[in-house]
């Protein structure tokens, strides 16, 4: 069987196959063929190299383009005096530079030395627009080894062929960098593309580095302050048409063969075959400027300022690659798995090799690194990335992070800069999934732990200045203050004496605030979202407060739990049904019996299950990973965890560790099903239903995600769970013909089962309850993680609900679905295990 990694490079082989990149005068010589052309100056072949008989000495496609480009920027400055360009993108200036109802062609482009015509600036050129692929950085080795990879050797001449905008990097280096991540799957050549486009950008052109860096990350401002492009799809096809000379029937048949809007631009962009504009390379600051532009454009008349910008970018972008990217990143949907994580070991990788000229910190030199043992230099990233990860999850902002790290580079400085900062949300901790209570006690044996009710309602991160300023964000880092005006009225009453400043989390909970009754979650969702006034609040909250990270200016991220909860227990004062603290039960793992009677009063009011936080740090730095420490009941209980094992590992501890999901927080959720444990999956496709649901969509295809690639891996199909009402709107959502539903199978869905009727468009996440895990012949989700041949499958997968509260790239990964995997089996080892101890016992007694 091929595998799906196999499967992707040798369709993306074939495509490239199928479309060999033409030279820039595979136009010309259509020029002539055509008679266009009646100039001989025009003596170059289609290879650039010299006609015969041409004194010339032959020219390389690059030194070609870059000739002509120079003869075009040298027009640019000539006209700039009586005609300068608007820098607006989608200015009218340039409009009527593309549309001038009469084209008259220019002069044949000659690799002669440059001759200036000084045409005036209407004048239309034409070239060949599929051919003008910048080849210098399509040629540069980016995914080679950082330690072999030297920037110097292509800065200088990328510098000159950087002409643009007073010597801008262009999105040229950018597009090559993606081509090359999206060609692979492996994470170590991820990141490795990653960390030599960093170096060339922080050694070339370092002010291209902050929007490079948005541009990969596929955003454009951080998660709490809202800039949303907000263009649809038809203000793409409108440019795509435009700038490729597509009729609505050409693109739909591209896009009924495609799917992905970037591959639909790919495709067009092949198929135009010239234009009437002379192409101004696009560079990424440009292409990020263009973005801000479009999210920026507000109120009358913002739509067609938007279609200006996108069919500027669109008609600018060089090749198919460039236009394939410029589409993904308007559609907001990238795929090139750079996600944060891989970008910030790039960047932390990068700033240990690379310093911008004039930058005094100390680098590391790539050939002595080479030198080092594999294990010497793997804690030489690992530093450096420690330090770039625990300063990105106190302080989330791109915007700050790579002004500091190209100031002082990986120092510090950087904890300084970019720590911990209020109205800056950190990046909250998340707790370890664990199977039931059995699991749970089995982690914490030996601990002293809190066990605290698992609200269902929505996590608040809640800042106060000195001033009073309030600010609240979402667990996704969003700003929420205005959803939650009654939040805000009651901060200064919730302070007690003596707090000024404090950073505090919590849950917001819907209750009933005569009785304090919790309401479900779904209630909550009924809340308004923006701008709610305190008077038209119907769906009432409480904040079950459970951590506290700052206070009156001091950090307590490295104070230990028990320390964490006294303070936001002292200094604040509860309001009843308004404000109060989470429920909580602490304990170790002998009170098994009271750890059960508290799981189940909190499921029956409505939570979810509990938390379970260790207090406190241990004692030690190593600890067996199960202390000594027998249960004093000799008889066997339902909860009784294993025998111990001794193993060495890092000990826990109960600070509050942004960003990262360690075993110091426990999640132990109500039983579903057979399992308690859940998958958040992502609707791909279906089939037509069958008798009574032959109007729906059922069976439905579900996917895990693979976080470093982006693709979606079909793990099975469900019609368990579904009520009549949700298939309806489903078949709406996913209308045949609508823009949320595909004929072809998209290229980033890895499935080789029997084809469904349609594709969906991934745009949400289920949560799916299952009776296990098996391995399957069909399914090839997590393929490689646990077996070679197989991938992985449910058993009778049940739709719960929809997370509301989770985007497709939150959807659980095929890493944790193998994972799922693993523990099931353990589980059956260790019920072995046990069930073999308690033989033992009973046999003794
Ligand atoms: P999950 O969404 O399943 O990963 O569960 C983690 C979420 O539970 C957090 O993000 C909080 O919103 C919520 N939660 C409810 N109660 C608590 C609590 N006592 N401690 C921490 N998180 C809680």
Same mark, same amino acid.
């Given at each position: 069987?091929?595998?799906?990694?196999?499967?992707?490079?040798?369709?993306?082989?074939? /495509?490239q196959?199928s479309?060999?990149?033409? =030279?820039?005068?595979?136009?010309?010589?259509?020029?002539?063929?055509?008679?266009?052309?009646?100039?001989?100056?025009?003596?170059?072949?289609?290879?650039? /190299?010299?006609?015969?008989?041409?004194?010339?000495?032959?020219?390389?496609?690059?030194? !070609?383009?870059?000739?002509?480009?120079?003869?075009?920027?040298?027009?640019?400055?000539a006209?700039?005096?009586?005609?300068?360009?608007?820098?607006? #993108?989608?200015?009218?200036?340039?409009?009527?530079? $593309?549309?001038?109802?009469t084209?008259?062609?220019?002069?044949?482009?000659?690799?002669?030395?440059a001759?200036?015509?000084g045409?005036?600036?209407?004048?239309?050129?034409l070239?060949?627009?599929?051919?003008?692929?910048?080849?210098?950085?399509?040629?540069?080795?980016?995914d080679? /080894?950082?330690?072999?990879?030297?920037?110097?050797?292509?800065?200088?001449?990328?510098?000159?062929? %950087?002409?643009?905008?007073?010597?801008r990097?262009?999105?040229?280096?950018l597009?090559?960098?993606?081509?090359?991540?999206?060609?692979?799957?492996?994470r170590?050549?991820?990141?490795?593309t990653?960390?030599?486009?960093?170096?060339?950008?922080?050694?070339?052109?370092?002010?291209?580095l902050?929007?490079?860096?948005?541009?990969?990350?596929?955003?454009?401002?951080p998660?709490y302050i809202?800039?949303?492009?907000g263009?649809?799809?038809?203000?793409?096809?409108?440019?795509?048409?435009?700038?490729?000379?597509?009729?609505?029937?050409? !693109?739909?048949?591209?896009?009924?063969?495609l799917?992905?809007?970037?591959?639909?631009?790919?495709?067009?962009?092949? @198929?135009?075959?010239?234009?009437?504009?002379?192409?101004?390379?696009?560079?990424?600051?440009?292409?990020?400027?263009?973005?801000?532009?479009?999210?920026?454009a507000? =109120? $009358?008349?913002?739509?067609? &300022?938007?279609?200006?910008?996108?069919?500027k970018?669109?008609?600018d972008?060089?090749?198919?690659?460039?236009?394939?990217?410029?589409?993904?990143?308007?559609?907001?949907?990238?795929?090139?798995?750079?996600?944060?994580?891989?970008?910030?070991?790039?960047?932390?990788?990068?700033?240990?090799?690379?310093?911008?000229?004039?930058a005094?910190?100390?680098?590391?030199?790539?050939?002595?690194?080479?030198?080092l043992?594999?294990?010497?230099?793997?804690?030489?990233?690992?530093?450096?990335?420690?330090?770039?990860?625990?300063?990105?999850?106190?302080?989330?902002?791109?915007?700050?992070?790579?002004?500091?790290?190209?100031?002082?580079?990986?120092?510090?400085d950087?904890?300084?800069?970019?720590?911990?900062?209020?109205?800056?949300p950190?990046?909250?901790?998340?707790?370890a999934?664990?199977?039931?209570?059995?699991?749970?006690?089995?982690?914490?044996?030996?601990s002293?732990?809190?066990?605290?009710?698992?609200?269902?309602?929505?996590?608040a $991160?809640?800042?106060?200045?000195?001033?009073?300023?309030?600010s609240i964000?979402?667990?996704?880092?969003?700003?929420?203050?205005?959803k939650?005006?009654?939040?805000?009225?009651?901060?200064?009453?919730?302070?007690?004496?003596g707090?000024?400043?404090f950073?505090?989390?919590?849950?917001?909970?819907?209750v009933?605030?005569?009785?304090?009754?919790?309401?479900?979650? $779904?209630? #909550?969702?009924?809340?308004?979202?923006?701008?709610?006034?305190?008077?038209?609040?119907?769906?009432? &909250?409480?904040?079950?407060?459970?951590?506290?990270?700052?206070?009156?200016?001091?950090?307590?991220?490295?104070?230990?739990?028990?320390?964490?909860?006294e303070l936001l227990?002292?200094?604040?004062?509860?309001?009843?049904?308004?404000?109060? %603290?989470?429920?909580?039960?602490?304990?170790?793992s002998?009170?098994?019996e009271?750890?059960?009677?508290?799981?189940?009063?909190?499921?029956?009011?409505?939570?979810?299950?509990?938390m379970? @936080?260790? !207090?406190d740090?241990?004692?030690?730095?190593?600890?067996?990973?199960?202390a000594p420490?027998?249960?004093?009941d000799?008889?066997?209980?339902?909860?009784?965890?294993?025998?111990?094992?001794?193993?060495?590992?890092?000990?826990?501890?109960?600070?509050?560790?942004?960003?990262?999901?360690?075993e110091?927080?426990?999640?132990?959720k109500?039983?579903?099903?057979a399992?308690?444990?859940?998958l958040?999956?992502?609707p791909?496709?279906?089939?037509?239903?069958?008798?009574?649901?032959?109007?729906?969509?059922?069976?439905?295809?579900?996917?895990?995600?693979?976080?470093?690639?982006g693709?979606?891996?079909?793990?099975?199909?469900?019609?368990?769970g579904?009520?009549?009402?949700f298939?309806?709107?489903?078949?709406?959502?996913?209308?045949?013909?609508?823009?949320?539903?595909?004929?072809?199978k998209?290229?980033?869905?890895?499935?080789?089962?029997?084809?469904?009727?349609?594709?969906?468009?991934?745009?949400?996440?289920w949560?799916?309850?299952?009776?296990?895990?098996?391995?399957?012949?069909?399914?090839?989700?997590?393929? =490689?993680?646990?077996?070679?041949?197989?991938?992985? /499958?449910?058993?009778?997968?049940?739709?719960?609900?929809r997370?509301?509260?989770k985007?497709?790239?939150?959807?659980?990964?095929?890493?944790?679905?193998?994972? !799922? %995997?693993?523990?099931q089996?353990e589980?059956?080892?260790?019920?072995?295990?046990?069930?073999?101890?308690?033989?033992?016992?009973?046999?003794?007694?």
């Amino acid at each position: 069987m091929v595998s799906p990694a196999k499967k992707r490079k040798l369709n993306s082989d074939a /495509s490239q196959k199928s479309a060999p990149p033409r =030279g820039l005068e595979y136009f010309f010589a259509k020029q002539r063929q055509n008679g266009t052309s009646s100039d001989s100056e025009s003596t170059s072949r289609e290879d650039g /190299s010299a006609q015969p008989g041409s004194q010339e000495q032959p020219l390389t496609d690059e030194e !070609l383009a870059r000739r002509l480009q120079a003869e075009w920027d040298a027009e640019v400055r000539a006209v700039s005096g009586q005609n300068t360009p608007n820098p607006a #993108l989608g200015s009218t200036d340039s409009g009527s530079e $593309q549309l001038a109802p009469t084209p008259q062609l220019s002069q044949p482009r000659s690799p002669l030395p440059a001759i200036h015509t000084g045409k005036p600036k209407n004048t239309l050129s034409l070239s060949s627009a599929g051919a003008t692929e910048d080849q210098l950085s399509a040629s540069i080795p980016l995914d080679e /080894s950082p330690l072999t990879f030297n920037p110097a050797t292509y800065v200088a001449r990328l510098q000159e062929s %950087w002409t643009v905008d007073g010597g801008r990097a262009t999105y040229a280096l950018l597009t090559r960098c993606f081509v090359l991540v999206n060609g692979t799957k492996s994470r170590i050549k991820i990141v490795d593309t990653l960390v030599n486009c960093i170096r060339v950008l922080i050694e070339g052109d370092s002010a291209s580095l902050l929007p490079a860096v948005w541009l990969a990350t596929n955003a454009i401002s951080p998660p709490y302050i809202s800039m949303e492009l907000g263009i649809g799809g038809s203000a793409i096809s409108k440019a795509l048409k435009q700038a490729c000379g597509l009729d609505n029937r050409a !693109l739909k048949a591209i896009y009924d063969k495609l799917g992905d809007p970037g591959d639909v631009a790919f495709e067009a962009k092949k @198929k135009q075959s010239f234009t009437l504009r002379k192409p101004k390379p696009l560079t990424i600051d440009g292409v990020f400027q263009s973005l801000v532009k479009i999210a920026k454009a507000q =109120g $009358q008349g913002s739509g067609d &300022v938007k279609q200006r910008i996108v069919d500027k970018l669109l008609q600018d972008a060089r090749g198919g690659e460039e236009t394939r990217y410029i589409v993904r990143t308007l559609c907001q949907h990238l795929r090139i798995g750079a996600v944060k994580t891989t970008m910030l070991i790039a960047l932390a990788r990068a700033f240990l090799l690379a310093k911008p000229p004039g930058a005094d910190f100390a680098t590391r030199d790539a050939q002595e690194l080479a030198k080092l043992k594999k294990e010497e230099l793997a804690e030489i990233w690992a530093g450096a990335e420690q330090a770039v990860k625990a300063s990105f999850a106190r302080h989330p902002d791109y915007n700050d992070l790579i002004p500091a790290l190209l100031e002082n580079g990986i120092s510090e400085d950087l904890h300084v800069r970019c720590g911990l900062t209020l109205h800056i949300p950190l990046m909250p901790m998340l707790g370890a999934i664990t199977r039931d209570l059995f699991e749970m006690l089995c982690k914490m044996q030996g601990s002293e732990f809190a066990c605290e009710y698992k609200y269902d309602g929505q996590r608040a $991160q809640i800042h106060c200045d000195a001033e009073g300023k309030i600010s609240i964000f979402s667990r996704h880092l969003e700003l929420m203050t205005d959803k939650y005006p009654d939040l805000v009225s009651l901060i200064p009453k919730i302070r007690g004496e003596g707090v000024q400043t404090f950073i505090m989390e919590g849950e917001a909970v819907a209750v009933d605030r005569a009785t304090g009754e919790l309401r479900n979650f $779904q209630t #909550l969702t009924n809340r308004a979202r923006k701008d709610v006034a305190i008077g038209s609040i119907t769906i009432d &909250v409480c904040l079950f407060a459970f951590d506290l990270m700052y206070l009156n200016g001091e950090s307590l991220l490295d104070q230990p739990f028990r320390r964490r909860r006294e303070l936001l227990r002292t200094r604040f004062v509860e309001i009843p049904h308004h404000f109060t %603290w989470v429920k909580t039960l602490d304990a170790t793992s002998q009170d098994q019996e009271s750890i059960l009677a508290f799981f189940n009063a909190a499921t029956d009011s409505k939570c979810e299950g509990i938390m379970v @936080k260790l !207090l406190d740090n241990p004692a030690t730095e190593t600890q067996p990973n199960n202390a000594p420490e027998p249960p004093s009941d000799p008889q066997p209980t339902p909860l009784k965890p294993p025998p111990e094992k001794r193993t060495r590992r890092k000990p826990l501890l109960a600070t509050y560790t942004p960003d990262k999901r360690l075993e110091s927080w426990l999640k132990v959720k109500k039983d579903y099903a057979a399992t308690s444990d859940t998958l958040d999956l992502i609707p791909i496709a279906a089939w037509h239903g069958q008798g009574r649901k032959a109007r729906w969509w059922s069976p439905i295809l579900l996917a895990v995600r693979d976080d470093e690639t982006g693709c979606l891996e079909a793990v099975c199909k469900c019609m368990s769970g579904f009520t009549d009402a949700f298939y309806k709107a489903n078949k709406e959502v996913y209308a045949e013909g609508g823009t949320n539903a595909h004929v072809r199978k998209p290229g980033f869905v890895e499935y080789a089962g029997p084809a469904p009727d349609v594709w969906f468009e991934p745009r949400e996440v289920w949560e799916v309850a299952f009776a296990d895990v098996t391995l399957s012949p069909t399914y090839t989700a997590a393929i =490689g993680l646990v077996s070679e041949e197989r991938g992985l /499958s449910l058993r009778f997968p049940r739709f719960l609900r929809r997370r509301e509260d989770k985007g497709v790239e939150e959807a659980s990964t095929r890493g944790f679905l193998a994972g !799922l %995997w693993r523990k099931q089996e353990e589980r059956v080892d260790v019920g072995k295990e046990v069930a073999g101890v308690e033989q033992e016992e009973d046999m003794e007694a």
